[in-house]
C-alpha cells in the first residue's frame, strides 16, 4: 500500500506561517495601493468632470451669444425663414471662421415631423454635417429652453471627438421650432485629464514607494527586540548565558520576564529532581547491599537471594543513571568546554593502563565546547575510553571533530575489534560480549541513551589503528 502524498499548504496555512514583519508589509502595502491608486482614480475622474463642466459652461455662453446674434442680425423674416443662408455670426471669434478650428454652431431648421431641414453654420464646420444625433435632437425637441449636452455619437468634423449643446427656440411667426447647437472639440480637454491621471498616479506610487520604504525601516527597527530576544534564548541554550538581560523596551520586558522565571523554574525542577534520585539511590542501595551481605550460605535460597539481588542491584543502578541523566540533559544552558575533560580522563587512563602499556592520547577538539553538564560528558567519554583500554594492544586515541554542522568525538583503538554482529548486540542493554571481563554490561547501552538524550547518537565502526571506532556525535542545528 503506498503512501498517501502529503496535503499541500493551504492559503490560512501559509498565511500562519508568515512573519509578523511580513503580514505588517503585506496587509500595509494592499491597503496603500488601494487607497492610493483609488485616490488617484477618484481625483482624475473630478478633475476630468471639472474639465467638462467648463467647457459645457462654453458651450453654453455659445448658445446664449448665438441667440443673441440672431436678434441683433435680424436673420429670419417675419414668415420666420431665414434671411440668408451663407449669414456668418461671431464675426470677432477667429475660431468660428477657421475650417475645422475644433469650435462650432449651428442653427438647425425642423421639419413638422422632427426632422432636420436646413441650418445656418460656422464656416469651421465647413460642409461637414451638424453634430447632433438623433437622440439628443429628440431630447433637446422634448425640452425647449432647456440646454441639452452629449457626445457626438459619430465621427465628429475631421475625425473629431465632439461635446455637443444644443437647445430649441421658437421664434415669432415660426411653427416649427429652431435647433441653437454650439460643438467644441474635447481633444484637448481629454488630454489634459489624461496628464493629469498619469502625473497623479506617478506622484502616488512615487509617494506609496517612499513610504513603503520608510515603513519597512520602522517595522524593522521596532521588531528588532524580538530578533534579540530569541538570539538571547538560543544563548541560554547554548549555555552562553544563564538569563536574559532586562533592558528590553516596555512591550518586551514581560515577556523576558516570564521567561527568565521560567528559566528559574526549570533549573529549580532539576535540581530537586537530582535531590529525589539521590535519596532514592541510597534508599534502595542499602536494602539490597543487606540482602547481599546475609546470602552468604550455600543453600539454594542464598544463591536465588544473590542472584536476584544482584540482578536488582543493576536495574537500580541502570534507571537511577538513567533518570539522573534525562534530569541533567533536560537543563537549559548547560555547557562545557570539552577538552579539558578528554585529556583528564585520559592522564588517569595513561596512569592506570601505564603497566599494560597502553598509550591515549588526544587529537584536536581545543575549544570545541559540549551542550550539556559536564557530568554526561565524563559519563560518555569516559566509558567509551575505559572500554578501548581495555581492548587495545598498546594504542587508544580520541579524535575530537568540531565543525558547524556536528561535534563528533572518536574513540578508537588498536585491538581486535568487533564484527557488525558483535556491534549491533554490543549496544543492546545487559548483554556482555566477554563474560570474562568484570562489569554489567550498561556501559555502551548507557552511553547511547545519554548521547540520544543530547539529541547525539553512538555507532560502532572500523578504527584506522585496525580495532573498535565508537562515533558520538551531537549535531548542533
Not at 52 to 62: C, V
Not at 166 to 183: G, H
Not at 260 to 274: G, I, P, S, W
Amino acid at each position: 500500500m503506498s503512501d498517501s502524498a502529503p496535503d499541500s499548504p493551504t492559503l490560512m496555512d501559509r498565511w500562519t506561517r508568515l512573519s509578523l514583519a511580513r503580514r505588517i508589509m503585506l496587509a500595509a502595502a494592499i491597503w496603500g495601493l488601494v487607497v492610493l491608486v483609488g485616490g488617484a482614480l477618484a481625483l482624475s475622474a473630478v478633475y476630468r468632470a471639472q474639465t467638462l463642466s467648463l467647457l459645457e459652461e462654453d458651450l453654453e455662453q455659445t448658445l446664449v451669444g448665438l441667440t443673441r446674434e440672431m436678434t441683433r442680425e435680424e436673420a429670419f423674416l417675419e414668415d420666420g425663414r431665414v434671411t440668408d443662408a451663407q449669414r456668418e455670426f461671431f464675426l470677432g471669434d477667429v475660431r468660428f471662421r477657421t475650417q475645422y478650428s475644433g469650435r462650432y454652431w449651428a442653427i438647425v431648421g425642423v421639419s413638422s415631423d422632427g426632422e432636420i431641414n436646413g441650418d445656418i453654420r460656422s464656416r469651421s464646420l465647413w460642409d461637414e454635417p451638424v453634430p447632433l444625433d438623433e437622440d439628443q435632437l429628440a431630447r433637446t425637441l422634448s425640452h425647449p429652453g432647456t440646454t441639452e449636452f452629449g457626445d457626438f455619437r459619430f465621427v465628429g468634423p475631421a475625425g473629431q471627438r465632439v461635446r455637443v449643446a444644443s437647445r430649441a427656440i421658437l421664434i415669432q411667426n415660426r411653427e416649427t421650432p429652431l435647433i441653437l447647437v454650439a460643438a467644441a472639440d474635447r481633444a484637448a480637454n481629454d488630454a489634459a485629464a489624461t496628464r493629469f491621471r498619469s502625473l497623479l498616479l506617478g506622484t502616488m506610487i512615487a509617494l506609496f514607494g517612499g513610504v513603503f520604504a520608510a515603513m519597512v525601516a520602522a517595522i524593522s527597527f521596532s521588531l528588532r527586540p524580538l530578533r534579540r530576544i530569541g538570539d538571547d534564548i538560543a544563548e541560554v541554550r547554548e549555555g552562553m548565558r544563564q538569563k536574559l538581560s532586562e533592558d528590553y523596551p516596555a512591550e518586551v520586558r514581560p515577556l523576558a520576564d516570564e521567561l527568565n522565571k521560567l528559566l528559574d523554574h526549570n533549573r529549580q525542577v532539576v535540581e530537586r529532581a537530582r535531590t529525589h534520585v539521590g535519596n532514592l539511590a541510597h534508599a534502595l542501595k542499602t536494602p539490597l547491599a543487606v540482602l547481599r551481605n546475609e546470602a552468604t550460605g550455600d543453600t539454594q535460597l542464598d544463591d536465588v537471594v544473590r542472584r536476584q539481588s544482584e540482578s536488582m542491584q543493576t536495574n537500580v543502578e541502570h534507571y537511577l543513571k538513567r533518570a539522573q541523566m534525562v534530569a541533567r540533559a533536560q537543563t537549559l544552558g548547560a555547557r562545557t568546554e570539552l577538552r579539558p575533560v578528554v585529556d583528564g580522563i585520559a592522564r588517569m587512563l595513561n596512569r592506570l593502563y601505564d603497566a599494560r602499556g597502553v598509550n591515549v592520547s588526544v587529537d584536536g577538539g581545543v575549544g570545541a565546547v559540549f551542550r550539556g553538564e559536564k557530568q554526561d560528558l565524563e559519563e560518555m567519554v569516559g566509558n567509551l575510553m575505559e572500554n578501548a583500554c581495555k581492548w587495545a594492544g598498546s594504542e587508544v586515541l580520541v579524535r575530537v571533530r568540531d565543525t558547524a554542522a556536528a561535534l563528533t568525538i572518536d574513540v578508537e583503538d588498536d585491538g581486535k575489534g568487533l564484527t557488525p554482529e558483535e556491534r549491533a548486540g554490543a549496544l543492546k542493554r545487559g548483554v556482555r560480549l566477554d563474560e570474562t571481563t568484570p562489569g554489567s554490561g550498561l556501559g555502551l547501552s548507557i552511553v547511547k541513551e545519554l548521547a540520544e538524550l543530547h539529541r547525539g547518537s553512538l555507532e560502532l565502526g572500523d578504527a584506522g589503528l585496525g580495532g573498535l571506532k565508537a562515533s558520538l556525535r551531537f549535531p548542533k542545528t
